[in-house]
């Protein structure tokens, strides 16, 4: 195993360790009285998106040090050999080349010699045909009637993009049908998500890139019952009524689906960045193709952006070295994401996937134990919600936690004075939390003595806020770009494979020994921990209790 030099050896790293010791204690009021500007010069646009970091714990040297490691680190050359298809997750050997998915038709990216943008163009020309015949009726189920429900079964990359962008783009949908994701294996989800539902008028997408995934294969074979039961029980039905999502072509067939019904993509998309590839067929079919179009050329404007704008304003750089800023030398564990918009409600959730399966790494890409923090913990809710359960802990807690502010100046539903109060309270938010408020402010207020120090505001929490004009598919294309490129950013100067997670396999591989354990007739001989086995033990005695 090779040892790199640690990252934390890096002239660039050890002058922000110094510059970190030196400013640590200034504070966002004196920062902002000494420069009164820096609310309209710390600023950066890109893609439709305009981002305010003036509200962070950062002088202009901070950002020049800041900016320096990027250059150090080599994040130039990284995103061109991402960009230019080599294969850059070392541990699978594979591009990594969610891009390609939005490269326009004429472009040219090679993997191993071969341009794959056609590739890429030939299945959404196939994803549109067939969006397009659910969508107008003439995709009909084995009875003869049309499409009204249509059944996503996948989880993780095959399940959160999908239901994330199709609450975000929920208005652009054509209301006649009804979506519904199932992801977990417990049965409930399944049961809920059909108990509903006409078996002649529903389409199971099954979205699964190995179409090896336990949960989504026990989803979909009990789905296939369900049809196969209501319709009943001539499996030519399944051909009506069931397509797939997948690399894995042998084992969709296995599984009964009739490869036309097969919608590709190829092993250079990762799970967490598929949802613009064939994954993204449930979305197209509920907003269609022309909306979907509109949101991959969101994605591609900020492709363009990281790829083309000076790193000084270059909005996935700023937002990965400002997390990595707060992560490696403030020490905050946490990034909290916040939209002030309903649409955005499984924001968070999508972004805890793309961010801490990426970057929730321990080794370099050599193998090397890190000697520095890598990927935050994401969490968040939208908005004004928010406010009234955690953001206690936020304003006057004793944790650092940096906080990601999304707004948008338009609303898609206009009502009464409802969306100037929410942005009043987006911008009062990080307003509070940058400048808090003074035990000689609260004094002047005449608090009672006894409640002065329970209500003074430290401030000094640093945010960021992302405005866009209007919640469109090119917005959240724009959104879900900037944020895939900053896990990129810091993936980089972390120096670890974002694209690999191998973390989940250990899991995975326990489930497959317990399962039979659990399934067993006679009482199994158990061999883990005193723990495991006792849990084992209580609930194969009582699971058939009560
Ligand atoms: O949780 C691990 C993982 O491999 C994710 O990376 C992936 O998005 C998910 O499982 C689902 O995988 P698949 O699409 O192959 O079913």
């Not at 050896?9 to 510059?19: K, N």
């Not at 999908?162 to 783009?169: I, K, N, Q, T």
């Not at 652009?172 to 008028?201: I, K, W």
Request: net charge negative; proline share 5%; hydrophobic share 40%.
């Amino acid at each position: 195993m090779t040892v790199t030099a640690s990252l934390t050896r890096h002239p660039e790293w050890r002058a922000l360790a110094a510059h970190h010791v030196a400013i640590k204690d200034r504070h966002l009021r004196d920062l902002f009285a000494e420069d009164p500007g820096r609310g309209e010069r710390l600023t950066a646009e890109g893609a439709g998106l305009y981002l305010d970091y003036s509200k962070h714990r950062v002088t202009d040297e901070t950002l020049r040090l800041l900016l320096a490691l990027a250059e150090a680190v080599g994040l130039k050359a990284r995103r061109e050999a991402m960009f230019g298809g080599e294969p850059i997750n070392s541990t699978e050997r594979r591009a990594v080349l969610h891009v390609a998915l939005r490269a326009p038709r004429d472009g040219t990216i090679l993997v191993e010699g071969e341009n794959v943008v056609p590739f890429v163009h030939q299945v959404l020309d196939k994803m549109v045909d067939f969006a397009e015949s659910v969508r107008g009726g003439s995709w009909t189920g084995q009875t003869g009637k049309p499409v009204r429900n249509v059944v996503n079964i996948g989880i993780g990359g095959s399940d959160l993009g999908p239901v994330m962008a199709y609450e975000a783009l929920r208005f652009y949908a054509q209301r006649n049908l009804t979506l519904r994701f199932v992801s977990n294996v417990d049965g409930t989800d399944l049961a809920e998500a059909t108990r509903d539902l006409d078996p002649a008028e529903t389409l199971f997408i099954v979205a699964s890139k190995t179409f090896t995934t336990i949960e989504t294969l026990t989803n979909a074979r009990s789905a296939r019952e369900w049809l196969l039961a209501g319709l009943g029980g001539d499996e030519a039905a399944v051909a009506k009524h069931f397509v797939a999502l997948s690399t894995n072509a042998a084992e969709v067939q296995k599984f009964g689906i009739d490869p036309a019904n097969m919608f590709e993509f190829r092993d250079w998309v990762g799970g967490r960045y598929s949802y613009p590839s064939a994954i993204g067929l449930s979305l197209m079919i509920a907003i269609g193709p022309d909306r979907f179009r509109e949101m991959l050329g969101g994605f591609r404007a900020m492709d363009e952006h990281f790829r083309d704008a000076p790193f000084e304003r270059n909005l996935p750089v700023l937002m990965g070295l400002l997390g990595i800023w707060y992560g490696d030398f403030f020490g905050a564990e946490t990034l909290a994401v916040l939209p002030y918009d309903q649409y955005l409600n499984r924001f968070s959730a999508y972004l805890q996937q793309l961010d801490m399966e990426s970057n929730g790494k321990r080794v370099t890409l050599d193998g090397a134990p890190v000697d520095y923090q890598t990927g935050p913990i994401v969490w968040g809710q939208p908005g004004t919600n928010g406010q009234h359960a955690f953001y206690q802990l936020i304003h006057q807690g004793t944790k650092l936690i940096p906080a990601d502010f999304l707004g948008f100046c338009q609303t898609l539903n206009p009502l009464g004075d409802h969306h100037d109060l929410l942005m009043a309270n987006l911008f009062a938010q990080t307003e509070a939390l940058a400048f808090g408020k003074t035990e000689a402010e609260v004094r002047a207020e005449g608090v009672p003595e006894h409640q002065v120090a329970h209500r003074v505001f430290p401030g000094n929490r640093p945010t960021s806020t992302i405005l866009a004009d209007r919640l469109t598919p090119a917005t959240l294309g724009a959104l879900v770009a900037l944020y895939e490129h900053k896990v990129f950013v810091q993936g980089t100067i972390w120096n670890i494979n974002s694209f690999d997670q191998w973390g989940v396999e250990l899991g995975k591989a326990l489930a497959n020994r317990i399962s039979p354990e659990l399934a067993a007739d006679a009482d199994p001989d158990l061999a883990h921990d005193g723990s495991t086995n006792a849990l084992i033990r209580r609930y194969r005695a009582r699971r058939g209790a009560g």
